[in-house]
């Protein structure tokens, strides 16, 4: 057999696999959104292209329930928390690859043990926390708690740590300090990362559920997700209404991850250990 044929076989059944399991993945995305667009009465007869197709569902969720409100509240939450982390998570990750100072490499250590803690072993000792801190029923006690997180202080620590000290040495030498390296220098050259863990902390927090539910008992606080968990109680029978919400909901993260795929792809692939 030539080798050219040899080596095409392989990626023939790769492709082929990937190809299933894609479609495998898509499929749910696709009933939830072909669901939206039908009746009540059709909703359930389980075939994937509507018999019948009506926008009344999207109607409905927009004018009798306060859906924008609740998608206000999930937007300005994740924002706020995306733009604050990433500022502070790569000063953090900066100064531990880079700065030389006393316990650089036991905080460091500490921070991505907390990568080992489940966050309901938290949940109750961060609760009474946040309620000693009078930050119960409010956009503070949605926001504060979730901007930590030692995920992306390790991911751009590794990155950092393939940055040439060229760059930076020659910067230094031309009088700069560490303040405007990091802010003319290593800001825009992590672009790629940045994007990369924007996506996903935008994307965690869009569909926080638990911690919104616990911390927030006010309705004009009310998350997207915590507002569809209510809407489902109210409308259990009716589907149309629930997947036209969900429908609506998944739209945001669907824009995001295909809009910055390749940001995804490139930190995975430099955010190796060294």
Known sequence: MPLS???RSPRTVLTALC???AAVAA???LWMVSASFKTRATVNDGKLIPSEITVQNFVYVFTEVPFMKFLWNSFFVSATITLVSLLLHSMAAYALARLRFPGREPIFMAIFGTLLVTPPVVLIPLFLVVRQLGMLDSYAGLIIPAIFNAFGIFLLRQFYLGIPRELEE???VDGCGYWRVYWNIVL???RPILSALAVFFFLANWNS???PQIVATDPDLTVVQVGMASFQQQYGANW???LAAAAVAALPMLVLFF???RQITESIKTSGLK
Request: without cysteine; aromatic residues 20%; glycine residues 0%.
């Open 209 to 211: 559920f638990i911690w």
């Open 5 to 7: 044929r040899r080596l």
């Open 19 to 21: 190809v299933v399991l």
């Open 188 to 190: 825009p050259l992590s």
């Open 27 to 29: 499929f749910p995305i």
């Open 170 to 172: 020659a910067a230094i």
């Open 240 to 242: 149309n209404y629930i």
């Open 259 to 261: 809009t910055f795929q």
